[in-house]
């Protein structure tokens, strides 16, 4: 007798819809499973046979053939048990549902006991469900809080095979998961730590609040303890919180990359600091099956290279053009997958090798030379890229030990937030919403100058010979500036800071 039962994939960041079918018909007892699987979906009837024989129904000893449609996609991952399990019982007729189950999805991994183990990527997979009209999905209990965030589904969470037996044969009636992702959101703590904490570097703060409020990448340079990193680690503390469609779509990354803690939701924006020594698949994402790497599992947060010039070059070329498209493109064998990756990029460098060059207080022990060959190891092109540059210069004492009073996370946080919403007002129509994605075409049309602000713009690129790139840069920090400052049009003052934040670019070092 044939069966299909219905469950899902995931293809890139999305998922797929999979149809089960089990045929058990008379013959020798084997076990053939086709679809494209891997060895954990292959490895699969181990782990059926015996939480089917645990649950106290009788193994069919017959010719069994498991097809998972359709076959040009590569399954993974055991979340095919569940539905084998169902479609095997009611192909030998062990279970006859009181109701048609072609509007119901199963995903979920058996224990020997029959135990519904977590999954991974369990959110793709619930919208895909929802997409393709099914009224009704079963998942395992570990991935109910996930699950609950979507809309227009009812998500049933059970934890044994027992459960999904005795809600088909109507003897069991589970209530549908309430919707505990946007309670988790609306509950979610504030990052740790306070700009408060940093002491001194007002400059450095100010250069990092124009970053959160219009999405800019950051290039810190600076002798090693000037506080780069610390920094960097409070930055997050300063940033606009996700919305719940913001929430949503970095835990579906997150779920997919297995990063995602079970029981938990992605409430803050992501902050990904990989350690230099970081090959280039785990960057960009790769694998047999491409799989997200850190700029994908950074989208909509902060990716951190603390010592960038310490990563090897090529795996910061890589970064070139997703940091231009915001996605990334990569193809395996005949597999291609499109990557989300709008981050903000914060790196930190010292100035040369020993990391003193340009200090008030150590003396630099490096050539010319070496300092040169240091530079090279990041691109121009990269650091074309990097829209805020800034010094980061040692404490003294007097910095170290005076208590005057200076804005806390809190405070810069509302700053930003206002820029932020200013930003959304202006950009209403338009694909994008931060002034960092401003189209160099619409450049004239958002970012209106005074014209001493102009004048001041026309000096500084003729005489630092800017490219492009960085004159557009430049006129996108400057609107942010400004609407920091409440201002309706870009002044000279703004756009004096804005070149003060840009000249750490190679042509001025």
Do not use: W
């Amino acid at each position: 007798m044939l069966t299909t039962v219905y469950s899902s994939c995931i293809k890139g960041v999305q998922g797929h819809p999979v149809q089960v079918e089990v045929d058990v018909t008379n013959g020798l007892p084997t076990f053939a499973l086709v679809g494209l699987p891997d060895a954990a979906v292959k490895e699969s009837k181990d782990r059926v046979y015996s939480a089917i024989k645990n649950v106290g129904y009788p193994f069919p000893m017959q010719r069994i053939t498991i097809n998972l449609a359709p076959a040009d996609i590569k399954k993974e991952g055991p979340i095919y048990d569940l539905p084998i399990a169902l479609g095997l019982l009611q192909s030998c007729k062990l279970l006859v549902p009181t109701f048609d189950l072609k509007k119901h999805m199963f995903i979920g991994e058996l224990s020997l006991s029959g135990n519904i183990g977590a999954v991974r990527g369990i959110l793709p997979m619930v919208l895909c469900a929802r997409d393709q009209g099914f009224s009704h999905i079963v998942v395992p209990r570990e991935n109910a809080s996930e699950a609950s965030m979507v809309k227009g589904i009812k998500v049933l969470a059970m934890a044994h095979l027992s459960e999904v037996a005795d809600y088909l044969l109507g003897s069991f009636h589970p209530i549908p998961v309430s919707d505990t992702g946007r309670i988790l959101l609306n509950r979610q703590p504030d990052p740790s730590g306070d700009f408060a904490d940093v002491q001194g570097h007002h400059q450095v703060k100010r250069g990092l609040e124009v970053a959160a409020a219009g999405f800019h990448n950051v290039l810190m340079i600076g002798p090693p303890g000037s506080g780069k990193t610390m920094l960097a680690k409070q930055f997050p503390t300063i940033l606009p919180p996700l919305t719940m469609e913001e929430a949503l779509e970095v835990t579906k990354l997150h779920s997919i990359a297995g990063a995602l803690p079970l029981g938990t939701l992605m409430t803050q924006r992501p902050f990904r600091s990989p350690h230099h020594t970081i090959t280039k698949s785990g960057l960009a994402g790769g694998g047999a099956v491409p799989r997200p790497g850190e700029i994908t599992l950074a989208h909509l947060g902060v990716l951190f290279l603390d010592e960038m010039s310490e990563f090897n070059r090529a795996c910061l070329e890589i970064l070139r053009q997703p940091l231009e498209d915001k996605c990334i493109h990569l193809t395996r064998g005949n597999i291609q997958t499109t990557f989300p990756s709008f981050f903000l990029l914060i790196g930190s460098i010292n100035p040369c090798p020993c990391g003193y060059f340009g200090d008030e207080i150590h003396p630099c022990t490096c050539t010319d030379r070496q300092r040169h060959q240091y530079r090279q190891k990041i691109s121009g092109p990269l650091l074309d890229r990097m829209d805020i540059q800034m010094e980061v210069r040692s404490m003294d004492y007097e910095d170290m030990v005076q208590k005057k009073s200076v804005p806390d996370s809190s405070t810069i946080r509302k700053k930003v937030e206002v820029a932020r919403q200013i930003q959304l007002d202006r950009f209403s129509k338009e694909s994008y919403g931060y002034n960092a994605l401003i189209p160099a075409g619409d450049i004239d049309r958002f970012c209106s100058a005074s014209p001493s602000a102009t004048h001041l713009l026309e000096i500084a690129f003729r005489r630092f010979k800017m490219s492009g790139r960085s004159y557009h840069r430049l006129l996108r920090m400057a609107r942010t500036i400004a609407d920091l400052d409440g201002s309706h049009r870009i002044e000279e003052g703004h756009m004096a800071q804005s070149l003060q934040y840009r000249r750490m670019d190679r042509e001025l070092l």
